[in-house]
């Protein structure tokens, strides 16, 4: 036991000392990561549902580990984000994610690429210029590139994300909301904001063969895609019922483990010179 000086006698706690410990570890590995770019972008397609072809992808960020292998954001992104890395790496994945968008577009044009943000990427007064920097080095056209960011993201501070989204815009972008429907209460503020794609959240994908109230949730969030002009995406396909349902809701797009999982860029490439084959 150790006395802490204000007359706290705090005991050794093994568990949370291991943790602390691990933590640091996490973060070392994390900085040695970034430093030597350890990360990698894989792609997941966005079809159109009647032809089932992609039409585009959503880039999502890895982790190549040397030792415990290949990490999804889930294992890394919330650290970095403390740590105060993601406004780093999020801005090397839009980059990797435009650049590479740029060759798919060479045979399939029109190609649209969405790119998620961070909520401290989100906040940062350079955000703008950023995006406008890496448009220009790449070539990408500004409308092929869609920036995903969570309702609860937008919603914080509703007048200072309509600014910032406002100002992304003019540069020719456009914006979604990500797993919508999980901020309900908020609804009402969404006429406020400059938005283009709502991508329907796919714990309500899930629930729509459920005959419950929950299971019209999809339903009722692309009534209210239509009301509000807005594009939406399905997301978490994971078989053809809920591909057919979708289908007859007229929701034109789709994203899912039924139709691909996120895959190198090499492999989607492949998958796109297969599609352009017929
Ligand atoms: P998200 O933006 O909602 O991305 C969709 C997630 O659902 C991806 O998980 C994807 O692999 C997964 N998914 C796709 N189809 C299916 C399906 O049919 N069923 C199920 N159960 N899951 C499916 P992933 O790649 O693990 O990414 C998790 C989250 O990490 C993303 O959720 C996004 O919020 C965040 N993320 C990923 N890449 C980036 C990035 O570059 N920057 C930022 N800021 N966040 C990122
Ligand atoms: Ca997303
Ligand atoms: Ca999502
Ligand atoms: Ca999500």
Request: some cysteine; aromatic content about 6%; proline content about 5%.
């Amino acid at each position: 036991a150790k006395d802490d000086g204000k007359g706290v006698v705090r005991r050794f706690d093994p568990v949370r000392f291991a943790e602390a410990a691990q933590r640091r570890r996490d973060e070392s590995d994390l900085r040695r990561a970034l430093a030597e770019m350890q990360f990698e972008v894989h792609y997941q397609p966005i079809v159109d549902l009647n032809g089932e072809l992609a039409v585009g992808v959503e880039a999502l960020v890895r982790w190549r580990h040397p030792v415990r292998g290949l990490l999804g954001p889930g294992d890394f992104i919330e650290l970095a984000e403390t740590l105060g890395l993601m406004p780093g790496l999020g801005l090397w994945v839009l980059r990797e994610a435009c650049a590479q968008a740029v060759v798919w577009q060479q045979d399939n044009p029109g190609f649209k690429v969405n790119v998620n943000l961070s909520a401290t990427q989100l906040s940062s007064p350079e955000l703008t210029d950023e995006v406008g920097a890496v448009l220009a080095d790449t070539g990408l056209p500004p409308n092929s590139l869609v920036l995903e960011l969570t309702e609860s993201m937008a919603l914080t501070d509703l007048t200072e994300s309509a600014r910032v989204l406002g100002s992304l815009k003019t540069l020719g972008v456009r914006i979604a909301l990500d797993d919508f429907g999980t901020g309900f209460s908020s609804l009402s503020h969404l006429g406020a904001l400059p938005v283009d794609v709502v991508k329907i959240d796919k714990s309500f994908v899930a629930a729509m063969r459920e005959t419950t109230a929950n299971g019209s949730v999809a339903e009722a969030v692309l009534q209210i895609a239509r009301t509000f002009n807005l594009a939406p995406v399905a997301e978490g396909v994971e078989d053809e019922v809920q591909a057919a349902l979708l289908r007859e809701l007229a929701c034109a797009e789709a994203q899912g483990y039924h139709f691909a999982r996120p895959m190198p860029a090499a492999e989607l490439t492949g998958l796109l010179s297969r599609q352009s084959a017929g």
